[in-house]
Antibody, heavy 125, light 107 residues
Framework: EVQLVESGGGLVEPGGSLRLSCAAS????????MTWVRQAPGKGLEWVGR??????????DYVAPVKGRFTISRDDSRNTLFLQMNSLKIEDTAVYYC????????????????WGKGTTVTVSS | DIQMTQSPSSLSASVGDRVTITCRAS??????LNWYQQKSGKAPKLLIY???SLQSGVPSSFSGSGSGTDFTLTISSLQPEDFATYYC?????????FGQGTKLDIK
């Protein structure tokens, strides 16, 4: 069964750090592009960032509000994706989802087809 | 960044109704458009990718169309399990962006 399980969420003070993990199973993680998406309480979805597979360069992209503060990385030997979050702000409070970023066969049409259940991050003093 | 705008923001409908949700991009994105369904307290679920391709396992009552800047998601006959929030998302360029969502509830 294809599965993503996030962990590491919790309560942190403004300016603090947190590291989220996403354990993948049921597919070849090393070939997958992976994405983090977040959802603030009562709000819509926000794409946080993506990491390509190492075969495709392993590069990362981020949304502007998190650039310089968040870092996405991967450990293919452990089938695990990470999101290191530093200098956290109150507005980073959200449920964070890990997803696969899959290309339709033979195309460059990417979509997020496998989602974890999410982990909650609360930034508050 | 590409801005995605959905309409309406909320919609009341009855079981059996035909429903259409619209998504507009701030620039042309070809067919790099996906649709997701999210139920309360759950992770989003992919419905449609590349504007009109139905994800495996999704009922054929769901369909998508459009290209360029204007897209639609249609549910041909609403079922009780379809009441949820729907999001469009562009995958034309990063940062990927979502529409603000359309909440579909029971009339």
């Amino acid at each position: 069964e294809v599965q993503l399980v996030e962990s590491g969420g919790g309560l942190v003070e403004p300016g603090g750090s947190l590291r989220l993990s996403c354990a993948a199973s049921g597919f070849t993680f090393s070939n997958a592009w992976m994405t983090w998406v977040r959802q603030a309480p009562g709000k819509g979805l926000e794409w946080v960032g993506r990491i390509k597979s190492k075969t495709d360069g392993g590069t990362t992209d981020y949304v502007a509000p998190v650039k310089g503060r968040f870092t996405i990385s991967r450990d293919d030997s452990r089938n695990t994706l990470f999101l290191q979050m530093n200098s956290l702000k109150i507005e980073d409070t959200a449920v964070y989802y890990c997803t696969t970023d899959t290309a339709a066969a033979g195309t460059y049409h990417y979509y997020m087809d496998v989602w974890g259940k999410g982990t909650t991050v609360t930034v508050s003093s | 960044d590409i801005q995605m705008t959905q309409s309406p923001s909320s919609l009341s409908a009855s079981v059996g109704d035909r429903v259409t949700i619209t998504c507009r991009a701030s620039q042309s994105i070809g067919t790099y458009l996906n649709w997701y369904q999210q139920k309360s307290g759950k992770a989003p679920k992919l419905l449609i990718y590349a504007a009109s391709s139905l994800q495996s396992g999704v009922p054929s009552s769901f369909s998508g169309s459009g290209s360029g800047t204007d897209f639609t998601l249609t549910i041909s006959s609403l079922q009780p399990e379809d009441f949820a929030t729907y999001y469009c998302q562009q995958s034309y360029s990063t940062p990927y962006t979502f529409g603000q969502g359309t909440k579909l509830d029971i009339k």
